[in-house]
């Protein structure tokens, strides 16, 4: 016959539930979205990881190619070029601008909607495209998407020293209103950054949109008067009223428009309207923060599944 051992008191089960236990003996969810200003705080402190990060991928960019950093400036000068034959030339959709003042027009319009473009582009990738690096460290997911939009900015810089020339070189002298240009940077990188975010979220949990987005992309494109003064063709056109404001309000839109004024002057055939800073100002603000509390609530899903 063998003897029953009794379990020990020390053995009997714990009681309660595992939030609980993990409370009582100070245990924490791994991975768990920390409060949005100690995220904040830990954005902050991973600055300079960002800045290397974005600088390291624009450099990376181009090293398979021959010319290297010059695609930088190449590619959206070469779309302006195929966009200046098409519209310009065989459309004609200048609508009484000549020459000198088309081509800074043109070129201003494709630099400033590749830098909203590419971000977003970039952001629908952030996550998906670096699960490895997602997986293997810890920090702040909002790290990934705000690199690239750094990165596209820089891009930008490089290629705002070439539209100054083109500007110079059709007559455009600088003058005191070259300084909005900083300010509308700003602005353009803000909401770039949340839009990025958004995409970012959106395209971790289905990464098929990274291949739909080109096709907006370039509807947007269409839409934001980068090759073509968008309002006087509206008007032309006997486009409803609330038409020609909805459209003229996309951000991609007023920020070529505020950046159009802000280097060549007001122009007859596409005059910067009344509302184009505070609308500026309200697409940063509500895409950037929106973006960026969108994107922090789904910190803990990141890299996961």
Request: proline share 6%.
């Amino acid at each position: 016959m063998t003897d029953t051992i009794p379990a020990p008191r020390d053995w009997a089960p714990a009681q309660g539930n595992a939030a609980e236990l993990a409370e009582k003996y100070g245990l924490s969810v791994s991975g768990a979205r920390p409060p949005l200003g100690e995220y904040v705080r830990q954005l902050w402190g991973r600055r300079h990881f960002i800045a290397a990060f974005s600088s390291a991928k624009l450099t990376a960019q181009y090293t398979q190619a021959k010319l290297g950093q010059v695609w930088q400036v190449a590619t959206p000068l070469l779309n302006a070029l195929v966009y200046f034959f098409i519209f310009g030339v065989l459309m004609n959709t200048r609508r009484g601008m000549n020459t000198e003042t088309y081509v800074p027009f043109l070129v201003t319009g494709v630099f400033v909607f590749t830098f909203t473009q590419s971000s977003a582009m970039a952001g629908v990738r952030a996550i998906s495209g670096n699960l490895g690096l997602v997986r293997a460290l810890h920090f702040p997911r909002a790290a990934l998407p705000i690199s690239f939009a750094l990165q596209q900015l820089q891009q930008l810089l490089y290629s705002m020293l070439v539209l100054f020339i083109v500007l110079v070189s059709c007559g455009h002298m600088p003058k005191v209103s070259w300084v909005l240009v900083v300010p509308v940077l700003l602005l353009q990188f803000v909401f770039n950054t949340g839009l990025a975010m958004i995409l970012a979220r959106m395209g971790s949990k289905t990464p098929d949109l990274a291949q739909l987005l080109p096709f907006i992309m370039r509807t947007w494109l269409y839409a934001s008067g980068v090759m073509y003064p968008l309002v006087y063709n509206l008007k032309r056109a006997h486009a409803a009223p609330w038409l020609i404001d909805v459209m003229s309000a996309n951000p991609a839109a007023v920020y070529i428009d505020l950046m159009r004024y802000s280097l060549m002057g007001h122009m007859k055939t596409s005059p910067l309207p009344h509302h184009a800073w505070p609308l500026a100002l309200g697409w940063a603000l509500v895409v950037g923060i929106g973006g960026f509390v969108y994107f922090w609530k789904a910190e803990e899903r990141y890299g996961r599944g």
